[in-house]
């Protein structure tokens, strides 16, 4: 595993997270050195869901409108249905997700969470995965679609639901630890 002792990485949710979508990533990045922050646009703690029920609760490090990409290496955006939706709604959240693709900065979504994406109006002419039922809107978003566990395409990685983790944690390290990407772009 790559060491990102020297990496800031920030994960952005909101409410509805798919528990171990920010759990398992969070872990890898961790364990690989990294200092993570979850960032939010609620100001205490964001829950998560398990499947389809209501599950933990986890502290918010920073507001979404006290935080910059400078202050950050890479993001990561986990999924669940209800998460990427909020994230969608709010301005300064879709405005931090574009400034990583400004800046050449790697980002790691999984399952709904490229949602965010098309929403930032970042994946045109990508390669991308995604849980298969916003495969479409992916594509007329103007990104090229597969269905594997895991791509990546110029610092963006994606993966398609939680039995993907285990390949999207090792490439989403790898990326956070090549850092900039050139072809990274908004």
Partial sequence: MPNLSNRNI???????????ELTSPMQALQEAGAT????????????????????IELPVDRHISEVSVDQFDGLVLPGGVFNPDQLRMDEQ???FIKAFFEAGKPVAAICHGP??????????????????SIAVDLTNAGAQWTDAEVVTDQGLVTS???????????????????????????
């Fill in 36 to 55: 993570v922050q979850i960032v939010s646009p609620q100001r205490t703690t964001v829950r998560a869901m398990k499947q389809h029920d209501w599950s």
């Fill in 93 to 95: 959240a879709i405005s």
């Fill in 160 to 186: 398609r639901t939680p039995a993907d983790l285990p390949a999207f944690n090792k490439k989403m390290c790898e990326e956070f630890a090549e850092g900039v990407h050139a072809g990274q772009h908004a």
């Fill in 115 to 132: 949602q965010s994406l098309i929403t930032a109006d970042v994946v045109r002419g990508r390669k991308m995965t995604s849980y298969p």
């Fill in 10 to 20: 920030a994960i952005l949710t909101e409410n509805g997270f798919e528990e171990e």
